[in-house]
């Protein structure tokens, strides 16, 4: 027992090793105390004094400056460092207050109006035999009747002869030796299922297996494990905004976040912020790598706080084709622990399949990749599938949840639906489902093979042609193109007198086409050919100014103030809806 005493004397008494260590921490605890009591004398002659201070003010007058100072306070911190740059908001405010001015606002009335002039003729074209309907008919028309119209319909815009000639940009996505079998079933398929809803499960259980199985195929070729779960929706901007709303949701039950922010690169499809305006998300947009035009991940890692609910990430981006660093991307949302959605609106059934259709050199960008808890992929586009439908994919279904909306306490009974819309056609889903089945894996290979045979071609012959350039080579369907000597947006109106329907790009200033079914070899080499013959003259004057339909895109992306292209695009948006031509022309 005396020995054991003593080695404890030892280890801990005054004499042991640790007696340095318990000094300084007696001491270190002296000092805190003598800061603390510091700290109190310092608070209470701020009381004393603020009490003297005010005594000559009534207590209401007191409540109501510090109210006042409250909300200053509140709207010099939610201003100077809430609600993205400080620059770009002075520029914002300064333009809206700028066009109250009537002289100001005249003139920007006059060029919109102008400027929609051109709108209205490119868009409100007669068809030929058919008398615009603005009233309701007082009596029915025979059936007869109205498929001559509808035949009428169908034939406008020459879509059809487009399709055929592959003149088009994206937009139509079938085609090749099974586009007849194709069309057939599914419009046999929606003959079936014309009067169906899914909504009632019940009533239409067959609907209920196809919409679980079509999710299920989609998950299968995107890298999905036993959780990986989904939903099918409307479209890609549809599936973009359930994912935002289940990551904005999830962060305010499980984190308490109420200003959340998402953090992408400018490239992103614009459906992202439709989302952050629907749900009142901050976006952080971040430039993209000026040369490689893929996200720079450094800077999104930087852009990263305590609200951020997640990053995005495309595959490829809609521009110039580029497919991000989505495993990278990956590795810093585990970081941070946030979510990585990976927007695959567009690229959907061809990049799921690149590498076995021969791209080995395609990166990984799907639910292999640690770190990816969301996926959107179109069905309607490289799915070949009916318009609308796409998939949103979660990594697990405590993410999925959060999508959802329900409502116990309605008194027509307890209601609930898995996306935006409540009834939904039952029609669409027989025919996504069909044109999946038709597909199989083998023949989605093999239309990706396709394509990027199409692709190939396509990106040697530019790199051919003297004045053009490629803006990325490119790893995916998209070819994107600009020019180093003339105005790129010259080379706009020849093309589309050609029969072309190309993308017009900004920032900067280049072309796009996406490559579909509807490109065949022939329609690849007319292409090269038409570009060719369009370019040597632009060639022979690089300096001149652009014109016609080229000059409204340059003016548009050259404009400081970007809400006047904002309220050009908005009155063209409501000419869509015009019935009586005679009047808007």
């Known amino acids: 027992m005396a020995e054991a005493a003593q080695q404890n004397d030892g280890a801990g008494g005054a004499g042991g090793p640790w007696a340095p260590y318990m000094e300084a921490a007696r001491a270190l605890a002296a000092n805190a105390q003598g800061v603390l009591a510091q700290g109190l004398a310092l608070a209470h002659k701020a009381v004393v004094a603020t009490n003297a201070l005010l005594q000559k003010y009534e207590p209401l007058a007191v409540a109501v400056i510090a109210v006042a100072l409250y909300v200053v306070v509140t709207w010099l911190w939610d201003h100077l460092f809430c609600r993205g740059p400080l620059l770009h908001r002075f520029k914002v405010e300064f333009f809206r207050v700028a066009k109250k001015i009537p002289f100001v606002r005249n003139k920007v009335d006059e060029s919109i ?49 487009r399709r055929k000639e592959g003149r088009v940009n994206g937009t139509i996505y079938v085609g090749g030796r099974h586009y007849e079998d194709l069309t057939k079933l599914v419009c046999e398929a929606f003959n079936l299922f014309t009067w169906t809803n899914p909504l ?57 976040i109420t200003r959340p922010n998402i953090v992408m690169p400018r490239t992103c499809h614009p459906a ?36 951020t609910i997640c990053l995005i990430g495309s595959c490829p981006q809609y521009p110039h084709g580029a497919v991000d660093p989505i495993e990278e991307l990956g590795k810093v949302a585990l970081k941070h622990h946030i979510g990585l959605h990976v927007d695959c609106c567009l690229g959907s059934f061809v990049v799921a399949f690149l590498q076995e259709a021969g791209e080995k050199n395609f990166p990984k ?47 027509g009974g307890i209601y609930g639906t898995p996306s935006m819309a409540g009834s939904r056609p039952g029609a669409l889903i027989a025919g996504t489902w069909a044109a999946m089945m038709f597909h199989g894996k083998q023949r989605y290979i093999d239309n990706a093979r396709t394509i990027m045979k199409s692709v190939h071609k396509l990106a040697d012959g530019i790199k051919k042609i003297k004045g053009l350039r490629l803006v990325v080579e490119p ?36 072309i796009h086409i996406g490559i579909t079914m509807a490109h065949t070899e022939e329609a690849i080499n007319q292409l090269l050919a038409d570009l060719r013959r369009t370019v040597t003259p632009l060639m022979d004057s690089p300096h001149l100014k652009v ?39």
């Open 113 to 161: 109006d102008k400027a929609m002039v051109t709108v209205r003729k490119s868009m409100l074209k007669r068809i030929e035999g058919v008398r615009s309907t603005v009233r309701m008919p007082e009596s029915p028309a025979s059936a007869d009747d109205i498929l001559r119209m509808l035949q009428k319909f169908s034939v406008a815009g020459d879509f059809e002869k």
């Open 200 to 256: 009632h499960t019940g009533i239409f259980p067959g609907l209920r297996q196809m919409e679980a199985e079509i999710v299920a195929m989609t998950i299968s070729v995107f890298g999905g494990n036993d959780k990986t779960c989904g939903v099918l929706t409307s479209g890609g901007t549809e599936s973009i905004l359930m994912a935002l709303k289940a990551y904005r949701d999830r962060a305010a039950e499980d984190e308490g």
């Open 272 to 307: 992202f912020s439709k989302a952050c305006q629907y749900f009142n998300i901050e976006m952080r947009y971040i430039h993209e790598d000026p040369v490689t035009f893929r996200a720079d991940v450094a800077a999104m890692d930087n852009a990263i706080d305590g609200n």
């Open 365 to 411: 960008f799907d639910f292999r990749v640690p770190g990816v808890t969301s996926i959107s992929a179109d069905t309607h586009k490289y799915g070949y599938t009916p318009k609308g439908s796409s998939v949103i994919m979660y990594s697990t279904p405590e993410l999925r949840k959060y999508q959802f909306s329900v409502f116990p306490d309605w008194p």
């Open 475 to 510: 790893p995916a369907m998209v070819v994107s193109f600009t020019s180093d000597s003339f105005d790129i947006n010259r080379l706009l109106e020849p093309m589309e007198k050609c029969g072309w329907d190309l993308g017009v790009l900004q920032f900067p200033s280049c």
């Open 547 to 585: 014109e016609g339909v080229g000059a409204m895109y340059g003016m548009a992306q050259s404009l400081p103030d970007r809400s006047i292209v904002d309220e050009l695009v908005r009155a063209t948006l409501g000419t869509v809806y015009a019935t009586e031509s005679k009047k808007e022309e």
